[in-house]
């Protein structure tokens, strides 16, 4: 049976707390601006306008793809793209760390490589 999508209720209680979602950070990592997000995934300028600012709902292929497109995982989208969120498979992952690490800049960024290539060697040298 197929659904109309006007007999779909929107569910909302007026005392729960609205979920924050990071679709502007997160684009901004890899798309400077909204039409060119818009162009990689074939739409409006306006319909991402209109999503970022909350003037329409977001839906799940649009999450899906947004995820794709910038290199993360839709509940990703959640958190600051600055914040890995905690995932009980990868508390022993390497992953977290290096995403922190690729946003360093720098002299910052070259003291941390050097930190880390003389600990490597150290730690199979043994």
Do not use: H
Not at 10 to 21: F, G, N, S, T, V
Request: proline share 8%; glycine share 4%; net charge negative.
């Amino acid at each position: 049976m197929l659904v109309n999508s006007a007999m779909v209720a929107r569910i909302k209680l007026d005392e729960a707390p609205e979920a924050k979602i990071y679709l502007a950070e997160w684009r901004e990592t890899k798309f400077p601006t909204q039409p060119a997000l818009a162009e990689a995934m074939n739409t409006a300028p306006a319909t991402v306008s209109r999503i970022e600012t909350g003037e329409r709902d977001w839906g799940k292929g649009y999450l899906e793809a947004l995820a794709y497109l910038v290199g993360c995982q839709v509940p990703d989208l959640f958190y600051p793209p600055n914040v890995a969120p905690e995932r009980p498979e990868a508390q022993d992952s390497f992953w977290p760390l290096f995403e922190r690490l690729e946003s360093l800049q720098g002299t910052e960024r070259k003291r941390m490589r050097m930190l880390i290539e003389a600990n490597l060697q150290f730690a199979l040298a043994e």
